[in-house]
């Protein structure tokens, strides 16, 4: 008796013992490790993102297949906003020196106080934290 296992880009799969495979242990192991490969999608590349006052778009028409991200700062799974904005170089890496004086804060008055507001790179230096990403 064999065992099938529908694969969505390969189609079906039949494993069997007349395939050379001694037990049904191995059949249902190499199913898995064969739907498992065919189930790979690397979700770590080709992410991007953008300031909520820059973007004047709806999210029907962002999500939409055509829809061109230029200008948009390339990011990856589990970098936050401020880390994907340094690796970008838009900020200063804060862990050097004074650097972290040449980054506006989320306070308004903090960032008045200290003259933070020129470091926006949002238009009329917008404070780059308080509209969502």
């Not at 079906?12 to 490969?37: D, M, N, P, R, V």
């Not at 690796?87 to 804060?105: A, H, L, Q, S, T």
Request: glycine content about 6%; hydrophobic content about 35%.
């Amino acid at each position: 008796m064999g065992m099938s296992c529908f694969l969505p880009d390969v189609g079906q799969w039949t494993l069997s013992k007349e395939h050379g495979l001694l037990t049904s242990l191995k059949e249902f192991l190499l199913c898995s490790t064969i739907f498992a490969q065919a189930q790979v999608l690397d979700l770590d590349d080709n992410w991007q993102m953008q300031s909520t006052i820059l973007v004047k778009d709806d999210a029907n028409t962002i999500c939409s297949q055509d829809f061109k991200t230029f200008g948009w700062y390339p990011t990856k799974p589990g970098w936050t906003v401020l880390n994907s904005l340094i690796k970008n170089g838009v900020y200063p890496d804060m862990r050097i020196g004074m650097n972290n004086y040449e980054i506006p804060d989320i306070s308004d008055s903090f960032n008045r106080k200290h003259n933070l507001e020129r470091f926006s790179h949002l238009p009329d230096k917008q404070n780059p934290w308080t509209s969502p990403w």
